[in-house]
């Protein structure tokens, strides 16, 4: 008893010592710079969306009230139940950290650099799991949901991604990485993870192939088949290229966003459960408890008797039909699956 007693103080002085103060203090920087950079680009592209012609808005991120106070309240949700859970995962990532088995780097530069690119990794194999695990697409799907694509959007958050988030930092504790630090990172990558949500920045050059971009952004929020689960890096694309996950913006099929049975006008809480009431219909269904758990670990659009299709085997119909123009060959693909649609885009 008294072991647990000493470790128990030992990590409440080592939270304070590491996590608390400076962390708290550099977030709240990073908030107070953010905040008015956010307010001033959204301005400007909620300008830019009403000056263009209206012929053209069909294809342009329309704002709507209802979708920007839906992705106004999923960001406060995501960040109520991260503030709620932050003590708990910290004292996790502290209690690794105490074990790690690297030293640190000694080099303050190379130390976050390395610290960048793997919490970049870290969060790629987070992003994959997310949509490819029907139990994590579940929480991940409402930031896919909107049926609108602007910086909003990128306010849409996984209400309940905190839960669980910190378990892929994990690997980075363990190779001296300071927890305090991995918080002040992703907070930071962060703000380059909202800003690509935009339809207003075109290809970039050179940028494209090392960085995620707008364009490539369009393409991971899009529900056309040839673009589903592509592109899931936060600031790097390099991991998409390494791990065949990466697809190009084609000028010939442009992005459609939202899910195949709109949650717009169905209220924040069909938002946030939607997915998790469907896995309890699927539930109900008269299978066995090894089937039960595979509708909830394998791929959205898994199901036992192949009655539907998950991106992977809608894609392999996709190239094996013959080329057509400006994406028309997945109007044969009547999929099933909660992340494919082709919604009409408010005007």
């Not at 030293?103 to 610290?115: D, F, G, H, K, T």
């Not at 690509?196 to 995620?212: C, N, P, S």
Request: one cysteine or more.
């Amino acid at each position: 008893m008294k072991f647990y007693s000493s470790l128990l103080n030992y990590l409440c002085l080592l939270f304070e010592e590491i996590a608390m103060p400076g962390t708290y203090d550099f977030e709240d920087l990073i908030l107070k710079l953010s905040t008015p950079f956010y307010i001033c680009l959204i301005g400007l592209e909620i300008f830019l969306t009403h000056k263009t012609p209206h012929g053209e808005l069909a294809e342009r991120p329309a704002y709507s009230f209802r979708d920007t106070f839906t992705n106004a309240a999923l960001m406060l949700l995501n960040g109520g139940i991260d503030l709620l859970f932050r003590a708990a995962y910290i004292s996790v990532l502290i209690w690794f950290y105490n074990f790690s088995f690297v030293e640190p780097i000694s080099n303050p530069a190379m130390y976050w650099l390395a610290l960048f690119l793997a919490e970049d990794l870290a969060f790629y194999t987070l992003h994959y799991v997310d949509h490819h695990c029907r139990l994590f697409w579940a929480v991940h799907v409402t930031h896919h949901s909107s049926e609108h694509f602007n910086l909003t959007t990128g306010f849409r958050s996984s209400v309940f991604q905190p839960l669980y988030r910190f378990i892929y930092f994990i690997p980075l504790t363990l190779v001296g990485f300071n927890p305090a630090d991995i918080i002040v990172m992703y907070s930071i990558t962060q703000i380059y993870g909202i800003i690509v949500h935009t339809e207003y920045v075109g290809k970039l050059g050179w940028l494209e192939y090392i960085f995620v971009t707008p364009s490539h952004h369009r393409v991971h929020h899009a529900s056309n088949v040839r673009y589903l689960d592509k592109n899931m890096g936060m600031c790097l694309i390099i991991w998409d290229h390494i791990f065949g996950t990466f697809q190009e913006e084609l000028p010939t099929e442009p992005p459609r966003y939202g899910l195949t049975k709109s949650t717009e006008q169905q209220g924040l809480s069909q938002t946030v459960f939607h997915e998790w009431k469907a896995i309890g219909e699927d539930f109900k269904q008269p299978v066995d408890f090894k089937t039960k758990l595979k509708y909830l670990l394998k791929a959205p659009g898994w199901s036992p008797d192949g009655s539907r299709e998950t991106s992977k085997d809608l894609q392999k119909k996709l190239a094996a039909m013959p080329s057509a123009v400006g994406g028309q060959e997945e109007r044969h693909l009547n999929a099933p699956i909660p992340v494919i649609s082709a919604p009409k885009i408010s005007k």
